[in-house]
């Protein structure tokens, strides 16, 4: 018999771009919350995942560290969560001036949560960066850099398809000096299956 593929946003759609204030730790730049609801993963769906956005700086002192991250809705981005991709450090340009850069990832559900504890979810998948050099040149890297970590494991918070998950787009700076601004021009969380 055959099959119909579905493919459909995780709503609502962003229509403007965040710039966060800027802090040395791990935050979420999201321009939406972008919400999973339960039963919306099941064994196969598809997960597609894609930011985009720019920053300025004055200085190369600081590393940037972006990221894909899944936890429970009201859960603090940094308490537990799921982490779909995270780049490794990467430098700023020293003078930078509306750089872009910008991340995709694609996995698919291997497990869901049972209700009586038996089994956790997971997800298998993998990504990549594009984090400029240049105005107008990139480096690409592919993630995770393991091959044991294209699997993703519930956590405490983050991953459970039983309970309403947000999916956000992270930044770590490691120090705010030179950095006046970094700006999520766009997240698109997709579901497919």
């Known amino acids: 018999m055959p099959v119909t ?9 962003n229509s403007g771009a965040l710039t ?5 730790v791990l935050q979420d730049i999201t321009p939406v919350e972008t919400l999973i609801l339960p039963g919306q993963l099941n064994i196969g769906t598809r997960v597609r995942l894609f930011a985009n956005g720019e920053y300025t700086a004055t200085s190369s002192t600081p590393t940037v560290t972006l990221g894909f991250y899944m936890n429970q809705a009201g859960t603090a981005i ?4 799921a982490n779909l991709m995270v780049t490794s450090a990467n430098a ?16 698919r559900v291997l ?6 504890a038996s089994a956790s979810a997971s997800m298998y998948g993998q990504g990549d960066a594009w984090w400029p050099t240049s105005l107008t040149a990139w480096t690409n890297t592919f993630y995770p850099a393991t ?3 294209r699997t993703i494991s519930q956590t405490a918070t983050g991953l459970s398809t039983a309970t ?5 787009v992270g930044l770590t700076l490691s120090t705010t000096t030179g950095v006046t601004s970094f700006t999520c021009q766009e ?3 997709e579901l497919l299956g």
């Open 78 to 81: 940094g308490t537990t969560p």
């Open 5 to 13: 593929a579905w493919s459909a946003p995780a709503m609502p759609m």
């Open 92 to 107: 700023a340009g020293a003078s930078a001036t509306a750089w872009p850069w910008r991340l995709q990832w694609y996995g």
């Open 111 to 116: 497990t869901v949560t049972q209700a009586d």
């Open 187 to 189: 997240f698109t969380c």
């Open 20 to 24: 966060p204030a800027l802090t040395a």
């Open 164 to 168: 309403a998950q947000k999916v956000m």
């Open 147 to 149: 091959a044991a970590a």
